[in-house]
């Protein structure tokens, strides 16, 4: 339903502008979709909070057990460029731990989902996370800024092979499938990037932290998480261990 609401526009040619404050692009397709699951989740779920990177944020859903957490569309520039590595991405939390999610990417036929302790799927067959532990072997997901000399013990970033999706969403996706080792990113994260794809990491027996190794809470008042390391458990220690 989603998918369908957002490939009805035309992602060159989708009205856009820009938010206040330097907060990135937006689409008149990001607002149907937002208002689209907005509908059908909150009717289904009246008892639930809202948390969604297009709805203004107030302080209700923090006295709410349940909360959806909802990016409508993941990787809004790539949606504008015509490109397809744009998802849609779907909590629940409750106090404040991630309980169920789907992330799918319409364009791509890709539909990653998880609820928590039932494992995490992609098109309905199980996936599981890299085992992999050397650097020297491992790809990891991470833009420029995370690649940079300063952040990493010994003043040089370690030798394994970077590469770059837009979405962070659906980053996270690909490292719950082994197609790529880990991910990382040490910006401030927004939980609406995270949420869904935190949960499919984790039952995927990947792990996933803030950049300092501490475990994600969501629905917080500031919803902005502290940088993601993700991938299996191995490199994501060895990962941990390379950052200052």
């Known amino acids: 339903m989603a998918g369908r609401c957002a490939t009805s526009f035309v992602g060159a040619s989708a009205k856009r502008w820009d ?5 990135g692009p937006v689409t008149e397709a990001d607002l149907a979709v937002n208002d689209l699951l907005h509908s059908v989740l909150r009717l289904a779920r009246p008892d639930y909070g809202w948390l969604s990177e297009e709805t203004e944020d107030g302080a209700a ?26 998802a849609h991405s779907i909590a629940v939390a409750e106090r ?8 799918y990417l319409p364009l791509c036929d890709l539909l990653y989902t998880a609820a928590r302790g039932e494992g995490a799927f992609l098109n309905g067959a199980r996936i599981g996370a890299s085992r992999i532990e050397d650097f020297t072997e491992a790809c990891v997901l991470a833009a420029k800024p ?19 999706r837009p ?13 790529f080792d880990a991910m990382l990113t ?14 499919i990491v ?5 792990r996933i932290t803030d950049q300092r190794g501490a475990p994600l ?10 940088g993601i390391v993700a991938g299996g458990h191995a490199i994501h220690g060895a990962l941990m261990g390379a950052l200052l």
């Not at 938010?19 to 907060?23: I, L, R, S």
């Not at 979405?167 to 197609?179: E, F, N, P, T």
């Open 19 to 23: 938010k206040p404050g330097g907060a």
């Open 61 to 86: 859903r923090l006295t709410a057990d349940r909360v959806f957490i909802i990016d409508p569309i993941d990787g809004t520039r790539s949606f504008t460029q015509g490109a397809d590595t744009w």
């Open 96 to 103: 404040g731990e991630i309980t169920a999610a789907v992330v």
């Open 146 to 164: 995370a690649l940079a000399g300063g952040i990493w013990r010994g003043g040089a970033c370690p030798a394994f092979k970077p590469a770059y």
């Open 167 to 179: 979405s962070l969403a659906y980053r996270l996706g690909l490292v719950a499938q082994a197609r």
């Open 186 to 199: 040490l910006r401030p994260s927004w939980e609406w990037d995270i949420a869904a794809g935190a949960l």
């Open 202 to 206: 984790a039952e995927a027996g990947g």
């Open 217 to 226: 809470q969501f629905n917080r008042a500031d919803p902005r998480l502290d």
